[in-house]
C-alpha cells in the first residue's frame, strides 16, 4: 500500500530557479494539500484541493502554484526560488468528508540557497 | 478563522512522570474537527486522534487520552507514566468546512 507518496526527498536550489514538488496518492482520495513546516515551527497551509479541477489558497500561498488534472496528483510549483522557501513540504489526503483523517507523505526538504 | 494556540513550545519531564500537553483552539464553525498528530525524531506525521465538535467525551488509548472541552474550546492530550519513545513534537489541528490548520507544536523530550 503506497499510500502518499512525494517526491524528491531533498532538494537543494539556488535563488531564482524552478522546481515542482510530485505528490501521488492512491487512495482515491478527494482532499489533497501542501503544507510546509519550517524549522521549529508548525505546519502551515499554502494551497489545498477538494478534487480534480479544483484548487484553493491556504495560508501562505505566494510564491506557489499548484494545479489538479488528476485525481490521484498534486504537484506543487516554485517558480522563482527564494530563500525564505527553505522548508520541509509535506503532502497530505484525505477521502474529503470533514472528518477524514489526514494521511501524510513522509515530507521534502527543501533548501533553497 | 480558525485557529489553534499551542502555548506550550518544550516541554521536558523525566521517564515515568505524567505530562499534559495544551490545544486552544478558536472556529465559527459549528461542526469542526480537532486533531493530534506526532512527528518523531524520524520527521513522518502520524496520526493519533480525531475528535468531532458533537462528541465531547474523553477518549483514552493505553497511556494516551484527550480531554475536549468546548466551553473553554480546548483539547488536551495527556500521556500517563511516559516513556523515552513518546519524545516528539506533538500538534494540534482543527479542520472546519475545508482546511485543516495546525497549531505550532509541543516539543516534547523524556529524559531517562
Known amino acids: 500500500n503506497a499510500g502518499v507518496t512525494q517526491t524528491p526527498k531533498f532538494r537543494i536550489l539556488k535563488i531564482g530557479q524552478s522546481m515542482t514538488l510530485q505528490c501521488t496518492q492512491d487512495?482515491?482520495?478527494?482532499?489533497m494539500y501542501w503544507y510546509r513546516q519550517d524549522p521549529g515551527m508548525g505546519l502551515k497551509l499554502i494551497y489545498y484541493?477538494?478534487?480534480?479541477?479544483?484548487?484553493d489558497k491556504g495560508e501562505v500561498p505566494n510564491g506557489y502554484n499548484v494545479s489538479r488534472s488528476t485525481t490521484e496528483d498534486f504537484p506543487l510549483r516554485l517558480e522563482l526560488a527564494a530563500p525564505s522557501q527553505t522548508s520541509v513540504y509535506f503532502c497530505?489526503?484525505?477521502?474529503?468528508?470533514?472528518?477524514?483523517?489526514?494521511?501524510f507523505g513522509s515530507g521534502t526538504q527543501l533548501s533553497v540557497l | 478563522a480558525q485557529k489553534v494556540t499551542q502555548a506550550q513550545t518544550e516541554i521536558s519531564v523525566v521517564e515515568k512522570e505524567d505530562v499534559t500537553l495544551d490545544c486552544v483552539y478558536e472556529?465559527?464553525?459549528?461542526?469542526?474537527?480537532l486533531f493530534w498528530h506526532k512527528q518523531p525524531p524520524s520527521g513522518e506525521l502520524v496520526f493519533l486522534i480525531r475528535?468531532?465538535?458533537?462528541?465531547?467525551q474523553n477518549e483514552i488509548s493505553g497511556r494516551y487520552s484527550w480531554n475536549f472541552q468546548k466551553s473553554t474550546s480546548s483539547f488536551n492530550f495527556t500521556i500517563t507514566a511516559s516513556q523515552v519513545v513518546d519524545s516528539a513534537v506533538y500538534f494540534c489541528?482543527?479542520?472546519?468546512?475545508?482546511?485543516?490548520?495546525f497549531g505550532q507544536g509541543t516539543r516534547l523530550t523524556i529524559n531517562p
Open positions: 497530505a489526503s484525505s477521502y474529503g468528508v470533514i472528518n477524514e483523517k489526514l494521511f
Open positions: 487512495m482515491n482520495h478527494n482532499y
Open positions: 484541493s477538494v478534487g480534480a479541477g479544483i484548487t
Open positions: 472556529t465559527r464553525d459549528t461542526t469542526y474537527y
Open positions: 475528535r468531532n465538535s458533537f462528541d465531547e
Open positions: 489541528a482543527l479542520k472546519g468546512a475545508q482546511k485543516l490548520v
